[in-house]
């Protein structure tokens, strides 16, 4: 972190295998290509949730298949998620120039919060980024989805997006929709921003480990909200 001095750097703590993760690194990707010319500094840590996340190679083709172009540390053995005392996935910590934190967060959300803040700390007055998500808007309504499931959870849900948590090779087949497992991966494999209901037929092919599925939220009906 010396080498960051006079410079705020944002932290976060995530895991390839944790579809709430996923969803935020599009953001950090967005706020360090356009502020780590102005001196914003942003750093990923890996740390790993399970035995099968904590292979380098693991982390090094996921960055890549992530198409994340700023630092990303590899942490196996959880050193860093102590030091920082994280609390879950994925845990962000912004500091300052004199290494004083700034603000931090556990999960997802808040991006335009962050982004305004990142402002004050580069000196700067601009039009934050616009959502990538419809649901990640401040002011909308989201409907709470079907809680997390472990392993396949075929059958009805009710939810925006649906994802999978995995581990091994192969493919894995979603209502008849085939997706590539590449390794360690957290899948999106329903894509809705609104919330909706449906059904769900899951079916992994040999080597590949469906360890849950997840829901999340999703907009809320015109004059509904829950």
Not at 25 to 33: K, N, W
Not at 184 to 190: K, M, R
Request: hydrophobic content about 40%.
């Amino acid at each position: 972190m010396d080498k960051q001095r006079h410079r705020p750097v944002l932290v976060e703590l995530w895991d390839m295998t944790r579809p709430e993760s996923m969803r935020t690194i599009p953001y950090l990707q967005a706020l360090h290509d356009r502020y780590s010319e102005a001196g914003l500094r942003v750093v990923g840590v890996h740390t790993a949730s399970r035995e099968e996340t904590k292979d380098e190679a693991a982390v090094e083709a996921a960055v890549n298949r992530l198409g994340i172009t700023y630092p990303v540390l590899a942490d196996p053995d959880g050193e860093m998620w102590l030091f920082y005392g994280a609390q879950g996935y994925p845990s962000r910590y912004l500091f300052n120039g004199d290494f004083r934190l700034e603000d931090m967060q556990v999960g997802e959300g808040l991006y335009g919060d962050l982004e305004l803040m990142i402002q004050g700390l580069l000196d700067l007055n601009q039009e934050p980024l616009d959502p990538f998500r419809p649901e990640d808007a401040d002011d909308v309504a989201l409907i709470v989805p079907t809680a997390d499931r472990e392993g396949p959870a075929n059958g009805q849900y009710a939810a925006g997006s649906v994802w999978l948590s995995l581990i091994g090779e192969g493919t894995v087949a979603v209502n008849g929709q085939e997706f590539s497992v590449p390794g360690p991966c957290a899948l999106e494999v329903i894509s809705n921003s609104n919330h909706h209901e449906g059904e769900l037929e899951i079916e992994a092919s040999s080597g590949v480990t469906v360890l849950s599925t997840c829901f999340a939220p999703g907009l809320a009906p015109a004059g509904k909200t829950d």
